[in-house]
């Protein structure tokens, strides 16, 4: 299942790009190409969010879809990156020079300045998610959960803004889904994770109250 949905999105984004293309393949380049990469990272990223609220719903072990979150995962990060680099390096072999500069001066029109902001935020946040390999086991990991989690809401607004697919047509109605979806999981997961905290620490007080209890009849 989890293959399945990742696929049909990412071809969903490969359809709504194509159609965008005026001329076919002669139309194919860098800044052609750049939001095709955006689309797809972001539809690889939102599978996992909706994946991991399946699992969970459904009880199965993380094991499941080890191997489904490892490949895809680093499809996402190198789609991720190619995103914003192949605006910036087709930017700069035009003479506009290098970023934030080339961006948001000769790109995007001032009043969407705002929005490619956020979107470096929301990549940065996703970058330093990668690091959970040495760090998720640390007590305060949990907080970059949450930034990246926020980054993902970020990059539907700076999608919605920004994307030339996004603006009419049907994958418009598409992003509308994928924002209530990506809600729906998320507030799926932090339901969960206010559920355990009552429990944890309700069971902390029914440790402290039978240690005084012992400790009144001893």
């Not at 955006?38 to 094991?63: C, D, K, N, P």
């Not at 979150?69 to 996402?76: D, G, P, V």
């Not at 290098?98 to 790109?107: A, D, T």
């Not at 009419?168 to 990506?182: D, F, H, K």
Request: aromatic fraction near 14%.
């Amino acid at each position: 299942m989890a293959w399945s949905v990742t696929s049909g999105a990412c071809l969903l984004a490969l359809i709504v790009w194509w159609q965008g293309l005026n001329n076919g393949l002669a139309s194919i380049n860098s800044y052609t190409l750049f939001p095709l990469l955006g689309i797809l990272a972001f539809s690889i990223m939102w599978a996992h969010y909706i994946m991991s609220a399946v699992r969970q719903i459904m009880r199965a072990e993380t094991e499941v879809l080890k191997t489904y979150f490892e490949i895809t995962s680093w499809l996402a990060l190198i789609a991720l990156l190619l995103h914003p680099g192949l605006l910036v390096w087709q930017l700069w072999r035009d003479g506009f020079g290098l970023p934030p500069g080339s961006v948001l001066e000769s790109y995007v029109a001032p009043t969407l300045r705002g929005v490619v902001i956020l979107g470096t935020l929301s990549l940065a946040a996703f970058l330093l998610y990668e690091l959970r390999r040495i760090f998720q086991t640390i007590g305060w990991w949990r907080w970059i959960q949450y930034l990246s989690d926020g980054a993902m809401l970020a990059v539907l607004y700076h999608g919605w803004q920004l994307g030339r697919h996004l603006q009419s047509g049907w994958y418009r109605m598409v992003w509308i889904m994928y924002a209530i979806t990506l809600i729906a999981a998320l507030g799926y997961r932090y339901r969960g994770l206010v559920k355990e905290k009552r429990e944890s620490t309700r069971n902390d007080k029914t440790d402290d109250l039978t240690h005084n209890r012992q400790r009144r009849q001893g």
